[in-house]
C-alpha cells in the first residue's frame, strides 16, 4: 500500500499510523519531496479528475490566475500542496481522502 501525501500533513500522518498500527504494510511518499511523474500524476487524474485539486486549500488560493486556470496536473505540478490528501493505492484501487467511507474498506481488509 503506498500512501501519497506530504510529511506534515496531518490527517497523511494520522492514516499512515493506523492503516500501520492495523497490520498494513505501508510506504509513504512524500511528493513535495519525491514529486509525482507525468505517468502517476496522470493515472490519478483519470482516475480522480479535478477532485485531485484542494481548491478550498490555501495554497490553492494563493496560486496564480493562470495557473487556477490550468489543468489539474499543471497545477499539481507547479505546487504539490494543492493536491489533496492522502491518496492512497492499495494495489490497484486508489482512495482519495481519510474520511470514514475509506476507512471502512481499508482498516475491514
Not at 44 to 56: A, C, K, Q, T
Not at 96 to 107: D, F, I, M
Amino acid at each position: 500500500m503506498i500512501i501519497y501525501g506530504l510529511s506534515t500533513c496531518a490527517v497523511c500522518q494520522r492514516a499512515r499510523k493506523t492503516l500501520e498500527s492495523c497490520g498494513k504494510e505501508v510506504v509513504f511518499r512524500d511528493i513535495r519531496a519525491d514529486p509525482l511523474n507525468e505517468a502517476e500524476l496522470a493515472e490519478l487524474i483519470v482516475e480522480f479528475g479535478d477532485r485531485l485539486v484542494d481548491r478550498s486549500s490555501n495554497d490553492y488560493r494563493m496560486l496564480n490566475d493562470w495557473l487556477k486556470n490550468s489543468e489539474a496536473e499543471t497545477q499539481i505540478a507547479a505546487k504539490p500542496k494543492v493536491m489533496t490528501r492522502p491518496v492512497i493505492r492499495d494495489e490497484n484501487i486508489f482512495y482519495l481522502g481519510w474520511n470514514e467511507a475509506v476507512q471502512s474498506v481499508l482498516l475491514t481488509e
